[in-house]
């Protein structure tokens, strides 16, 4: 039997994705990453200075924070404050990694860039959505340093976009949402770069095993994805 999509796509075809550039005031780079029905608030702030363990070495830092509110399932969801739950704390960290390999440290100079990524409403991929969107404020931000005479040339060396793709009755499918998700025997995250080369890879049985052939259909179907959320965030730089 195959999984019939209750949203009518095929097996390869993304949700709507779009990017809202400049969504608020006082960020150095802002987006509103909409997938589908997920959107997540990406902003990115830059702050003169570095992490003690940098200081005076002439790099600078990205870090990345990720928070969900409340009302973004439905069913109301505490708010964390200082004491994050692991699902948080891996996440953050997953969109800190991707988004530092794009960065060239040394022409950043000492400076740190910090990624806040909020989910305003979820429905799956919020951690792809985060870092995809990430990417996109980002670069607005580098290209404000570029503005102001901060920087001379662009630190930014690669460009990075992630996606989710899931097993299904054996079958793949590219960009989950909720309903697919829950129903899903294997999970993936994939993130790449411009390159399509790989910068993390996530993945979980979530019931039985997944062969080696079924990986390699995974990686191909994240590729197909990967490339459009790549060309959708050139074209609004464009």
Request: charged letters at 25%.
């Amino acid at each position: 039997m195959v999984w019939q999509r209750l949203d009518g796509r095929q097996a390869n075809q993304l949700r709507p994705v779009s990017f809202e550039r400049q969504f608020t005031r006082f960020a150095a780079g802002s987006v509103l990453a909409r997938c589908g029905e997920t959107q997540v608030l990406c902003t990115a702030t830059i702050q003169p200075k570095v992490p003690r363990f940098l200081e005076g070495k002439g790099q600078g830092w990205l870090t990345a924070e990720y928070r969900m509110l409340p009302t973004a399932t439905p069913e109301r969801q505490e708010r964390e404050f200082m004491r994050l739950s692991g699902r948080t704390q891996e996440i953050q960290r997953l969109v800190g990694r991707s988004l530092r390999s794009t960065l060239d440290m040394t022409a950043l100079g000492e400076r740190t860039i910090i990624i806040d990524t909020d989910v305003l409403q979820a429905d799956a991929g919020t951690r792809t959505t985060a870092i995809t969107g990430g990417y996109v404020a980002l670069q607005d931000a580098i290209q404000k340093l570029l503005k102001t005479g901060e920087l001379e040339r662009s630190p930014l060396i690669h460009q990075v976009a992630a996606i989710s793709i899931g097993l299904i009755q054996n079958e793949a499918l590219l960009d989950l949402n909720y309903e697919e998700d829950v129903k899903a025997d294997t999970d993936f995250n994939v993130v790449m770069n411009e390159k399509l080369e790989l910068i993390e890879l996530q993945g979980t049985a979530e019931a039985g095993a997944f062969s080696r052939a079924q990986l390699n259909q995974i990686l191909d179907l994240a590729e197909v994805g990967i490339r459009q959320l790549l060309e959708l965030q050139r074209q609004i730089f464009s």
